[in-house]
């Protein structure tokens, strides 16, 4: 059974810093596209970083230049280094695997998405 498990959220104050995980179980990166999404109160769910198997990388405008997503396929880890948080990175966050052959894009990535995460919150205080 595949699962990926997030951990790493918290409440954090705003220009603080959380290191968000995923671990793959039953399931192995190597050859997909992972990414994270989050979705905040009354609003949708959004990707907001990619990386391919290939190691291209991709993130949505509003957290280019303070988060970093990076993967160790040795580990069948995802990571999410976020820095200089601010109040509206407030949400839950969820690790994705893209369904395999789909494109990695941000553009359309709900609908690319084979396994979610649980979600792991985080909260962004002012």
């Known amino acids: 059974q595949v699962q990926l498990v997030e951990s790493g959220g918290g409440s954090v104050q705003a220009g603080g810093s959380l290191n968000l995980s995923c671990a793959a179980v039953?399931?192995?990166?190597?050859?997909?596209?992972m990414g994270w999404f989050r979705q905040a109160p009354n609003k949708s769910r959004e990707a907001i970083a990619l990386n391919s198997f290939s190691g291209i990388i991709s993130y949505v405008d509003s957290i280019e230049g303070r988060f970093t997503i990076s993967r160790d396929n040795a580990k069948n880890m995802v990571y999410l280094q976020m820095n200089s948080l601010k109040p509206e990175d407030t949400a839950m966050y969820y690790c994705?695997?893209?369904?395999?052959?789909?494109?990695?894009?941000?553009?359309?990535?709900?609908?690319?998405?084979?396994?979610w995460g649980q979600g792991t919150q985080v909260t962004v205080s002012s």
């Open positions: 039953g399931y192995n990166i190597r050859m997909e596209c």
């Open positions: 994705a695997a893209y369904r395999p052959w789909a494109q990695c894009t941000l553009v359309g990535a709900v609908s690319a998405v084979e396994h």
